[in-house]
């Protein structure tokens, strides 16, 4: 009887830990790290899935000799010029290391050196303060922080500088030093009205001027942890996804549509990360109805062009080899929206342009309807949302004339961004 007995007792599950009670997520026993080389961008350099004569085009496109602007509005000279402009100090950085790929395979090594001893900032929660004030101050529109979390971390490593044509990634192990104790989560907004002309080359610029500010502030916030005698390691997409850190970090909570939904920004922002071995407190996951209303909400999946976002209940089995194993979540079809995204030769982010929480939340009526979407009354906000907050594509032409008509001084202040 009590062999039986403990024959039917499950062993625990390896993979939880106690923050995905309050996150949300619901990892299994069968969870596997996410492989970078399995990523839709990494994929197109080698799997013949999503190789294709339009994925180069599109990666080639951000320079603009092989731009290929057309006639169609959004996708015209001017459009590309400025797209390309705004990811070019993140394309820049990326190259500054021979043989590295930072920000995107590899984290940043752009530092000075730093102080030969650790200063004494005061304990955890002062240190964390003196952190995040930082973090504004060099350029953060919001801050978090994490606990470093192993599962988040690539299980292999992809470096395309390496790749010869029709070979297939070898793995590598991870690079990330190990000893760090926490990860820092920046997030950096993009640009609502850029947004509003999705899909468009122009509207791409919203994505480039988060990677680009992104790049700039991580790796300042990395040299002053340095400079203060601990070591930090600046990263943007190298290392592991950022969304799981943001979640976790209490930046925001995890959406249908696979992004973090802030408070302030809606899913507007682009995320980075330092990681550290400073001793800091983290944070606590937060929650205020976006589970709910998305469960409600179908926007994002109903407007998704190539419908690569899911309109059902999170589920745990992947669509291909660009999601991760072994969570149980929503997760959207990378592949599809891939393909889509090269069949536009741009980015495309109408999933958070559509959105009801994609508002600036800086007057009462916009914070008023955040309130009403955390509550039993979610379904009159969506009601709300459809009557009175258009979230219709402006044409470019509206953001290069119509929107800062008759101004006679460009400012931040007279121009909204």
Request: glycine share 6%.
């Amino acid at each position: 009887m009590k062999t039986e007995q403990a024959e039917n007792v499950q062993e625990p599950n390896r993979n939880f830990r106690a923050i995905d009670s309050a996150t949300g997520f619901r990892i299994s026993d069968d969870f596997e790290r996410f492989s970078q080389k399995n990523d839709a961008f990494s994929r197109s350099t080698w799997d013949p899935v999503l190789q294709s004569k339009k994925a180069t085009n599109f990666f080639q496109a951000y320079l603009m000799p092989h731009s290929k602007p057309r006639k169609g509005e959004g996708y015209q000279h001017l459009d590309y010029a400025l797209r390309n402009a705004a990811w070019h100090m993140a394309t820049t950085i990326r190259q500054i290391a021979p043989g590295r790929g930072e920000g995107f395979q590899d984290y940043f090594t752009a530092h000075e050196e730093g102080w030969n001893e650790e200063v004494d900032v005061g304990n955890p929660e002062q240190a964390s303060k003196v952190v995040k004030n930082a973090a504004i101050m060099l350029g953060a529109d919001l801050v978090g922080v994490a606990e470093y979390d192993e599962r988040w971390t690539y299980q292999e490593r992809f470096r395309r500088s390496t790749l010869k044509p029709g070979q297939i990634p070898t793995a590598e192990a991870p690079d990330l030093p190990e000893g760090m104790t926490h990860c820092i989560v920046l997030g950096s907004q993009m640009p609502l009205s850029l947004n509003r002309t999705v899909p468009s080359a122009l509207s791409g610029g919203a994505s480039g001027i988060g990677y680009s500010q992104d790049a700039s502030t991580c790796i300042s916030l990395a040299q002053f942890i340095r400079n203060l005698g601990y070591e930090a390691y600046a990263s943007m997409n190298d290392t592991g996804p950022s969304i799981p850190y943001a979640v976790q970090a209490g930046l925001g909570e995890y959406s249908r549509a696979g992004l973090v939904i802030t408070p302030e920004f809606g899913s507007r922002l682009r995320f980075t990360r330092v990681f550290t071995n400073m001793p800091l407190q983290a944070d606590q996951p937060i929650e205020f109805g976006v589970k709910k209303f998305c469960e409600m909400c179908r926007k994002c999946s109903n407007e998704c062009p190539p419908q690569a976002i899911a309109k059902g209940d999170a589920v745990s089995e992947p669509h291909n080899a660009s999601n991760t194993k072994g969570i149980t979540k929503w997760t959207t079809n990378a592949e599809k929206c891939f393909k889509f995204w090269c069949s536009q030769n741009t980015e495309c982010s109408i999933c958070i342009r559509v959105c009801p929480y994609n508002r600036t939340f800086n007057n009462i009526f916009d914070r008023a309807w955040r309130r009403l979407a955390g509550s039993p009354l979610r379904r009159l906000a969506l009601w709300l949302d459809d009557k009175f907050n258009s979230h219709t594509a402006k044409k470019a032409g509206w953001w290069w004339k119509e929107r800062n008509a008759n101004k006679q001084r460009y400012s931040s202040i007279t121009i909204e961004k």
